[in-house]
T-cell receptor
Framework: GEDVEQSLFLSVREGDSSVINCTYTDSSSTYLYWYKQEPGAGLQLLTYIFSNMDMKQDQRLTVLLNKKDKHLSLRIADTQTGDSAIYFC?????????FGAGTTVTVRA | DAGVIQSPRHEVTEMGQEVTLRCKPI?????LFWYRQTMMRGLELLIYFNNNVPIDDSGMPEDRFSAKMPNASFSTLKIQPSEPRDSAVYFC?????????????FGPGTRLTVT
């Protein structure tokens, strides 16, 4: 079955860049997603990348995909306190999303 | 757009009681998903509907759980009888089916506590 792994915690200083990493095992993954969950809230779709792309940039967010190594990363430029949240990586090749356990990002002043 | 709407936001009930969770998907979306989130197991897909028809219910834990989607704008997840191990946050998500890719939009969740 599918397996998605992420590091559990990341602490970053305000204004620095954050990089959250994710690895997955399903080579047939078509789409890879990043979701953000703030306390007491649902998951917010941040961005996604199609498996035939290497990079996608959307304002402060940059997604890098290394399909050979099955490695996905999310870079947040100029990290702000509002970026403190849990970030989930997910992959799919149809309707079923397989989520990682989530990376808790803490932004310190 | 109001997004995915779920009710109630919080539910506290006693073991053995029936619990009904409700979801209104985003208008125009034709796929609906129910998830359960716990610390131990993370996010688990319980059931997936497409055009109001259940397509995959393999994640439904047991016969105590049932889900319905009587029309395109409403779905329920029922637990009868409830047990303490059902305590979790239950999310509903909806998406528009494309040839590839399901951009799922999540509701705020229902936090269920069974005592």
């Amino acid at each position: 079955g599918e397996d998605v792994e992420q590091s559990l915690f990341l602490s970053v200083r305000e204004g620095d860049s954050s990089v959250i990493n994710c690895t997955y095992t399903d080579s047939s993954s078509t789409y890879l997603y990043w979701y953000k969950q703030e306390p007491g809230a649902g998951l917010q779709l941040l961005t996604y990348i199609f498996s035939n792309m290497d990079m996608k940039q959307d304002q402060r967010l940059t997604v890098l995909l290394n399909k050979k190594d099955k490695h996905l990363s999310l870079r947040i430029a100029d990290t702000q306190t509002g970026d403190s949240a849990i970030y989930f990586c997910a992959e799919s090749n149809d309707y079923k999303l397989s989520f990682g356990a989530g990376t808790t990002v803490t932004v310190r002043a | 757009d109001a997004g995915v709407i779920q009710s109630p936001r919080h539910e506290v009930t006693e073991m053995g009681q029936e619990v009904t969770l409700r979801c209104k998907p985003i208008s125009g979306h034709n796929s609906l998903f129910w998830y359960r989130q716990t610390m131990m197991r993370g996010l688990e897909l319980l059931i997936y509907f497409n055009n109001n028809v259940p397509i995959d219910d393999s994640g439904m834990p047991e016969d105590r759980f049932s889900a319905k989607m009587p029309n395109a704008s409403f779905s329920t997840l029922k637990i009868q009888p409830s047990e303490p191990r059902d305590s979790a946050v239950y999310f509903c998500a909806s998406s528009l089916t494309r040839l590839y890719g399901y951009e799922q939009y999540f509701g705020p969740g229902t936090r269920l506590t069974v005592t």
